[in-house]
């Protein structure tokens, strides 16, 4: 079997700077925010591979179809031997693009999951004895560091992740990508697609209720590691539509007026009856939107595939 290697770009504890000074800013601010990358310990990561399995989750369905009708075409086009996963889970749909690269070296997930990197990288090696797999416990918004392996290679950001990004945040990632891709590379961008809102809140707040779990998750995260004392049942969980930005935002809503210490920090944080703190935003795109955005970035969008039910889309991009 290959060698697994799990290179962790950021000092031990970088995560934990990195979470004291997000929740800090996030909650000493109106209104109260914080970052989606939070909610990814191994129980999030868990609830996270539940969601993609609940009938109001199309996504991961959607973009699995085109990656399965698309995947010996991409790996035709981009020809690649290295490929670069940013947000990669539990990696479960790479697996059609793996099967479909004939002369693939090497693949490199990367995640702030530890857990999902793990548990990600073992199952593809037992399919895949012959595969070197390089995963990076890594923030993608914070510079990446790639490890050295042979091109071309194929940037993959899949599941819509981009859209938890904010629009001045998007900007600067896809400047950073674009600045890892060398002639001959390319940029495989999944992007969730503008549709009935019915339909995009449902994904977001399902009948079993796993994505208001997943949504409380963040706050047991804070609680284990800033010794918080939220109590996430207090909290309602809310999916809203945003039509100024087309993007869905999930929100906690406090239940009743009450205060979170939180020792770490030396803080504590009151609530309002009904206070509001926002725990993510999903974007929602237009072929067009995609095409300035990744244009600002000095890329060029070369292919658009979109599934059976036009509600998802993947792009295959170059730099210019
Ligand atoms: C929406 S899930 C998508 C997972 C998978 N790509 C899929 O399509 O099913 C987002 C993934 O990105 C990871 N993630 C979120 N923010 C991140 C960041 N700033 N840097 C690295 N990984 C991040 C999470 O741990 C999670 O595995």
Do not use: C
């Amino acid at each position: 079997m290959s060698p697994f290697l799990l290179t962790r770009t950021l000092p031990v504890d970088a995560t934990d700077a990195a979470l004291r000074a997000d929740v800090l800013q996030g909650l000493t601010r109106h209104p109260k925010t914080l970052p989606p990358k939070w909610f990814y310990d191994a129980h999030g990561s868990e609830l996270f591979e539940e969601i993609t399995r609940l009938p109001e989750y199309y996504p991961t369905r959607a973009e699995r179809e085109i990656l399965i009708d698309r995947a010996d075409e991409i790996a035709r086009v981009s020809g690649a031997r290295s490929l670069i996963e940013l947000g990669s889970g539990s990696s479960e749909k790479t697996r059609h693009l793996l099967d479909a690269l004939p002369v693939l070296h090497s693949y490199v997930p990367v995640d702030v999951s530890e857990s999902a990197l793990h548990g990600a990288a073992e199952a593809l090696l037992a399919q895949r004895p012959g595969l070197s797999v390089h995963a990076l416990i890594a923030d993608f918004t914070g510079g990446l560091a790639l490890p050295g392996t042979p091109g071309p290679r194929l940037i993959a950001f899949l599941g819509g992740t981009i859209g938890n990004l904010l629009p001045d945040e998007r900007a600067v990632f896809l400047k950073s990508v674009r600045s890892l891709l060398s002639p001959g590379d390319a940029l495989l961008l999944g992007t969730d697609l503008v549709k009935e809102e019915k339909v995009l809140v449902a994904a977001y707040d399902d009948a079993a209720g796993v994505t208001a779990e997943f949504n409380r998750n963040v706050l047991r995260v804070v609680n284990r590691e800033l010794g918080a004392d939220f109590d996430p049942a207090g909290f309602d969980h809310m999916a809203l539509w945003n039509p100024e930005h087309e993007w869905i935002e999930m929100r906690l809503r406090a239940r009743r007026a009450h205060t979170v210490k939180i020792p770490d920090l030396d803080l504590v944080v009151p609530f309002e009856a009904g206070e509001e703190l926002r725990t993510e935003v999903s974007a929602k795109f237009r072929r067009d939107g995609v095409r300035a955005e990744l244009g600002s970035a000095g890329l060029r969008l070369d292919q658009w595939w979109t599934d059976s039910g036009d509600r998802f889309a993947l792009s295959l991009a170059t730099a210019v």
